[in-house]
Structures are given as C-alpha cells and as structure tokens.
C-alpha cells in the first residue's frame, strides 16, 4: 500500500483502471436494468413494485460499503500517513452520499405501497438516515477548516467513529422488531430470492460499484491536482514574500 502513497504511482494505476471500470459499469448497469425492469418476473406478492428493489438494494450495499471505505481509508491516513488514503477517503464521501440518498428515496417509494406509509421510524430506516448525515458532516468537516491537515484529521475521525453505525444497519432487522425485511441475498443457508431476481440485483451491484471506482478515480484525481496547484501557489507566494 505504501507505493501508492506516491501521488504519480497511484495517478498511473488509476489511469489503467478507468477504461475498465467504466466499461464494466455501463455494460452491468445497463444489463442490469433491462433484465431487472423488463424481463425478471413480478412478485407473487408485491407484484411489479418488487422491481424498485434492483436500484433500492444494490443502492444500500453501496452506501455501507462507500463508507466501510472511507472508515478504512481514515484510519490508513491516521497510522500511516498514507499521502494519498485521505484523498480517497474525501473523494468517496459525495458517492456514499448520493447512493444513500437513493436508497431512502426508492425505499420511501416501495415502502408507501407495501407498508402504507412514506415513512416509518424504525430501526433500519433511521439507522440509514443517521449513515447519510454522517456522509454530510464528513464532508462538512473538510469545508470547516481552512488548514487540509486539519480538516483530513477532523474528518477521519469522524469516519472511524461513524463506522459504528455499519453493523447497526446490518443487522438491524435481526435486533430489533422492524417493517423491513431481514435479509434475502446474504444469509448462512444462501439466497431466499429466485434466480430470476438474484441475477439482475447481482449485475446492478456489480455496476454500481464498478462506477464507484470510475467517479473515484475522477474525483481522486480532481483532489490531487487541486492540492498540487494549491503547493504551487503557495510556493510562488512564498518566493515573492521572500523577494
């Protein structure tokens, strides 16, 4: 990992990365989409309203595994003085966001035909809710000081911190008596949904985090070259003060 604390060395891998994952992501997601919304057949129960579960579900695995990343990344940053893991960790806040975001609002959207209601309390759905005001206070933390160094530690450890509140989602439903349904993919006796449906939510899972990495690899190099521009002028700041 240390040979990716170059800023040049990681630039490098990220550049071979990028044709690949985004590839990889347009050609899942769209897969994904047109097998889950066109061809997967309608719930017994639930019928054609089942289909909001291949972006609600694939959309929650991300918002935890987003920040699962951020939280790993904090802490490489904090013991190791990665120069790079804090970028990343940075980079990825706006995504986790934007997926949890997707989550509660396609949840909102199945849950008022299912439950009869746009919203309920319980211990998934508030859990979820807390995971996207961490997302805003991590990036929040960045925007409130004018010192990086400060900021990227701020911010870490609030990550480390918001971490707890992964297995909290989890394992929510097992916990405590809620309207959400406990697991159906992730279980110790296999998945308890058919092939029909298990294969397109596997593709859009598999897209959506192939399009993690695309927008990261982006927005990771947006950082570097922000904070490479940012030494520059304040070295010709300096060197003008000095003159």
């Known amino acids: 990992m240390h040979r990716f604390a170059n800023p040049t060395r990681f630039l490098r891998l990220a550049d071979a990365i990028l044709p690949w994952s985004a590839a990889i992501a347009v050609l899942t997601i769209t897969a994904g989409l047109i097998w889950g919304l066109g061809f997967a057949p309608p719930d017994y129960q639930q019928g054609d309203t089942v289909r909001i579960m291949f972006v609600h579900v694939p959309s929650a695995w991300m918002a935890l595994f987003i920040y699962g990343a951020m939280a ?14 804090d970028l990343v960790a940075k980079a990825s806040a706006p995504i986790g966001a934007g997926f949890c975001l997707i989550c509660l609002i396609s949840g909102s959207l199945w849950g008022e035909p299912m439950w009869g209601t746009w919203w309920q309390w319980d211990a998934r759905l508030t859990s979820m809710l807390i995971l996207l005001f961490l997302y805003i206070g991590y990036m929040a933390l960045w ?36 309207l959400h349904q406990p697991a159906s993919v992730f279980t110790l006796s296999g998945p308890k949904i058919h092939i029909s449906m298990l294969m397109p939510l596997l ?8 399009y993690y990495v695309s927008v990261l690899v982006l927005r990771t190099r947006a950082e570097i070259m922000a904070r490479r521009i940012r030494a520059l002028r304040l070295t010709y700041a300096q060197a003008e003060a000095a003159e």
Not at 203 to 210: E, N, T, Y
């Open 203 to 210: 593709l859009m899972a598999v897209g959506f985090k192939a």
């Open 72 to 85: 790993v990344s904090s802490a490489v940053a904090l013991i190791w003085k990665h120069a790079v893991a």
């Open 143 to 178: 925007q409130a000081f004018d010192d990086p160094q400060r900021a990227a530690k701020a911010a870490a450890i609030l990550a480390l911190v918001g971490s707890v509140n992964l297995p909290i989602i989890k394992f929510s439903v097992d916990w405590w008596n809620t």
